[in-house]
């Protein structure tokens, strides 16, 4: 499966985006899909995950109830809406997918076999 991540930008703090990743080459159903991000000098780190089937989402603490995962069926893709955004979200964020992951393997960027190609989201102070 082929994954094309888009929508980043430049926003100040306290703003919104919304990033979507897209799938070609095959559903995403049956596969979990997460968001990553790395900034500069540190560790890829997880963000968020959907698992397709059964909708349930994965969050990390330092964006629950600050960002949003979701799905969409006929479009065959999954979606981030990043909200109350801090300059400490500022990274590359990258969307990943692979199949049949148990729930401990979700926050690791190990456990996935494929990746979009990124998309730098900047928050600016």
């Known amino acids: 499966v082929q994954l094309q991540a888009s929508g980043g930008g430049l926003v100040q703090a306290g703003g919104s985006l919304k990033l979507s990743c897209a799938a070609s080459?095959?559903?995403?159903?049956?596969?979990?899909v997460g968001w990553f991000r790395q900034a500069p000098g540190k560790e890829r780190e997880f963000v968020a995950a959907i698992r397709w089937n059964f909708r349930t989402t994965y969050y990390a603490d330092s964006v629950k109830g600050r960002f949003t995962i979701s799905r969409d069926d006929a479009k065959n893709a999954v979606y981030l809406q990043m909200n109350s955004l801090k300059p400490e979200d500022t990274a590359v964020y990258y969307c990943?997918?692979?199949?049949?992951?148990?729930?401990?393997?979700?926050?690791?960027?190990?456990?996935?076999?494929?990746w979009g190609q990124g998309t730098q989201v900047t928050v600016s102070s």
């Open positions: 990943a997918a692979n199949q049949h992951l148990i729930t401990s393997a979700t926050y690791s960027p190990d456990s996935y076999d494929y």
């Open positions: 080459g095959r559903t995403f159903r049956g596969y979990t």
